[in-house]
């Protein structure tokens, strides 16, 4: 069974930092993509980052030059440094795989961490 661990959420001032971490364990040949996402109260669910096995990344626009996405691929490990977090980034943050294991290529979602930016 291949799952997702995610960790790192809490509160935090703006202004602040957070790091998000994400591992996938199990049985995986390969990820092809690993990738963040939040939804707030009463929102859609929206992309905040991707990263593919070859190191391409992609960012919403709302957070382009304050979130960087890394991986750890020998480690099936994704990152989401978070700075300068603004109010408007809470949320609950969900990690997302693009992977082949077991036989099979599916997409696999994390249980989700809660971000809150507040003084």
């Known amino acids: 069974q291949v799952q997702l661990v995610e960790s790192g959420g809490g509160l935090v001032q703006p202004g602040g930092s957070l790091r998000l971490s994400c591992a996938a364990s199990g049985s995986i040949d390969s990820i092809y993509a690993m990738g963040w996402y939040r939804q707030a109260p009463g929102k859609q669910r929206e992309l905040v980052a991707t990263a593919t096995s070859g190191s391409s990344t992609n960012y919403a626009d709302s957070v382009k030059g304050r979130f960087t996405i890394s991986r750890e691929n020998a480690k099936n490990t994704v990152y989401l440094q978070m700075n300068s977090l603004k109010p408007e980034d809470t949320a609950v943050y969900y990690c997302?795989?693009?992977?082949?294991?077991?036989?099979?290529?599916?997409?696999?979602w994390g249980q989700g961490t809660q971000v809150t930016v507040s003084s």
């Open positions: 997302n795989a693009d992977l082949h294991g077991a036989g099979a290529r599916f997409g696999l």
